[in-house]
């Protein structure tokens, strides 16, 4: 089983739509949560941290749900410029390195005119 | 504002060359360098962690003497890809953080093994 799944899309929804990403973690060690968004063959971007409290930041909405080990991302009012993949990342105790980032595949998507 | 340069962002060479992969923190100090890697329609992998004057950790799976890290100061962290095969064409990375949410990719390099 990976370690970060989530579905990979593509996702394709016309402006100004509602979607949500979902992404589930094996590992119930998992220190911290994050999404990143992708753009083609460009580095990912801290697109906000994810709390078990919940936070917003403008049109996006994380979640975080350690019982079920389960993380969603909700992007409203959506722009063309959210185009892109959004990664599902998960902060775990790696007994060479120490903490670092495991990634999910990502989910696509295409906001369309 | 804090920032990580990487060079070359993309290079083409042809089997069995060797390619080293430079990555500077600029404006701060990396203890801590990742390199991953990324194939195409696949997530990042984390391929190893260097820190600053010690020998770097490999993931399983992933050749200490194919992939040589080097992290002699604080704001340079290099990765050679040795005798670079076709199957070694990926998207390589690497990363820092300052803190829990400062948190910094390079651009990347593109390496092509023809």
């Known amino acids: 089983r990976k370690e970060v799944e989530q579905d990979p899309g593509p996702f394709n929804v016309p402006e100004g739509a509602t979607v949500a990403f979902n992404c589930t973690y094996s590992n119930s060690a998992s220190q911290s949560f994050f999404w990143y968004r992708q753009d083609c063959r460009k580095e990912p971007k801290l697109l906000m941290s994810v709390y078990s409290s919940g936070n917003e930041d403008g049109r996006f909405t994380a979640q975080l749900n350690r019982a079920s080990q389960y993380i969603s991302l909700l992007i409203r009012d959506s722009k063309l410029s959210d185009s892109a993949t959004y990664l599902c990342?998960?902060?775990?105790?790696?007994?060479?390195?120490?903490?670092?980032?495991?990634f999910g595949k990502g989910t696509s998507l295409l906001v369309t005119p | 504002g804090a920032v990580v340069s990487q060079h070359p962002s993309w290079v083409i060479c042809k089997s069995g060359t060797s390619v080293k992969i430079e990555c500077r923190s600029l404006d701060f100090q990396a203890t801590t360098m990742f390199w991953y890697r990324q194939f195409p329609k696949q997530s990042l992998m984390l391929m190893a962690t260097s820190n600053e004057g010690s020998k770097a950790t490999y993931e399983q799976g992933v050749e200490k003497d194919k992939f040589l890290i080097n992290h002699a100061s604080l704001t340079l962290s290099t990765l050679t890809v040795t005798s670079a095969h076709p199957e070694d064409s990926s998207f390589y990375i690497c990363?820092?953080?300052?803190?829990?949410?400062?948190?910094?990719f390079g651009p990347g390099t593109r390496l092509t093994v023809l």
């Open positions: 990342v998960v902060n775990i105790k790696n007994s060479n390195s120490g903490y670092a980032l495991n």
């Open positions: 990363f820092t953080r300052l803190t829990y949410n400062e948190q910094f």
